[in-house]
Structure formats: structure tokens, C-alpha cells
């Protein structure tokens, strides 16, 4: 069975500092994706950044990446620059081998003024 | 504005009632799937649909069920609820060449 596993319930950061959100993972499948989702206050789920299980570079989209080692089946989250906006759950998921997608328990953060 | 459409997005029901959840997904998506938030339970994955047809089952409860119509907007329905069927349910929608899912706004459901 998948397991996805986020250690962290909650996460501080200051303004304008990245932050690091934790992912660990158990597949038995070769192919698979990993995602992380936003969850503002608000309520809805906002894509964020993919990475595939046979890229080779971490993924990045703006002010996300995503540090991928494979052998360890980690895929955390790194947010550069901080902002107020940021304050949200944050969700890792992974799809393997075109199953459904299965969610971790989600790490809230907080950013601080 | 996502593409994926769920109504109602506010639900009160008494226990013991029966409700419908809808949900449009993107245009040209064929895939939706059907997931609950709840606080203690997290994200859970309940059902899929390709394309009218059920494709994976998860932590669907037997008193629930759903369905995917031609028109390719499906409908979860819950039945005989309990106080702990209160949760935020989640309709999502994949393409046929996307890796993800793009999520509704949710309907929250409470169950007094």
C-alpha cells in the first residue's frame, strides 16, 4: 500500500525566509508522481508543483521547488521568499503507476510578519 | 476559477437524511474523483470515474454511492447520515495527458 507521510503538523517561517516542508514517501511502483497542494483558510486546493518519479532535475515553479531524492523516497517542499500569502495547509500527494492520488495529513504553516 | 464546478457549496442536513453532491469537471476532462476531508480522517480518496464508468473505489462507505452521466458531470450521494459524515468533499478532474488533478472549491457538509 502508498504511504505518504508529512512529520511536520505545523511550521513557523519569518517573512521573506524559505522554509522547507517535509515529505517522505513508500511506493512499490517504478512510475509515479508526487504533487504538493495548497489549502488556504478559504478552503480550496491549488496545484502547486509535479515531479515524476523518472525526471532527473527537481521541479520548479516560481518560488517552488521541489527537492526529489529518489533513493531516500523524499520530496520536500521548498518555499523561497516567504510571504504573508503563504499562511496555508500544504499538502504532498503521490500518484503511482496511473492509480488514484493519496494525500499525507498535510503540514500547516505560518508565516510571521 | 479552477474549471471544476461543485454545488452546493454549503450543505446543513438533519441524521438520517439523504443528500446529493454534484460536480462538473473541466471541459474535456473524463476522469472525476470523489475525496472527503474530514479533521480527523484527512484526505481521503472515496471513488473514481472514467468516462461514465466506475475505474477505483477507496474508503467509500456503503451508504454512499456515485455516478458519472453522459454529460460527464457526476453526482455523490450520501445516505443515512451520521453526525461523523460532516466533512469538506472534494470533487476533482483529470485529463487524459495531465499528471494532476485539479480540485472543486469543495461542499461542505454538516450533519446536526
Known amino acids: 500500500a502508498q504511504k505518504i507521510t508529512q512529520t511536520q503538523p505545523g511550521m513557523f517561517v519569518q517573512e521573506k525566509e524559505a522554509v522547507t516542508l517535509d515529505c517522505t514517501y513508500d511506493?512499490?511502483?517504478?512510475?509515479?508522481?508526487l504533487f504538493w497542494y495548497k489549502q488556504p483558510s478559504s478552503g480550496e486546493m491549488i496545484f502547486l508543483i509535479y515531479q515524476g518519479s523518472y525526471d532527473e532535475q527537481n521541479a520548479t515553479e516560481g518560488r517552488y521547488s521541489l527537492n526529489f531524492q529518489k533513493a531516500r523516497k523524499s520530496a520536500n517542499l521548498v518555499i523561497s521568499a516567504s510571504q504573508l500569502g503563504d499562511s496555508a495547509m500544504y499538502f504532498c500527494a503521490m500518484r503511482p503507476n496511473n492509480n488514484d492520488m493519496r494525500f499525507g495529513a498535510g503540514t500547516r504553516l505560518t508565516v510571521k510578519p | 476559477d479552477s474549471g471544476v464546478t461543485q454545488t452546493p457549496k454549503h450543505l446543513i442536513t438533519a441524521t438520517g437524511q439523504r443528500v446529493t453532491l454534484r460536480c462538473s469537471p473541466r471541459s474535456g476532462d473524463l476522469s472525476v474523483y470523489w475525496y472527503q476531508q474530514s479533521l480527523d480522517q484527512g484526505l481521503q480518496f472515496l471513488i473514481q470515474?472514467?468516462?461514465?464508468?466506475?475505474?477505483a473505489k477507496g474508503n467509500i462507505l456503503e451508504r454512499f454511492s456515485a455516478q458519472q452521466f453522459p454529460d460527464l458531470h457526476s453526482e455523490l450521494n450520501l445516505s443515512s447520515l451520521e453526525l461523523g459524515d460532516s466533512a469538506l468533499y472534494f470533487c476533482a478532474s483529470r485529463g487524459t495527458h495531465n499528471y494532476g488533478y485539479t480540485f472543486g472549491s469543495g461542499t461542505r457538509l454538516t450533519v446536526v
Open positions: 511506493t512499490s511502483d517504478q512510475s509515479y508522481g
Open positions: 470515474y472514467y468516462n461514465g464508468e466506475e475505474r
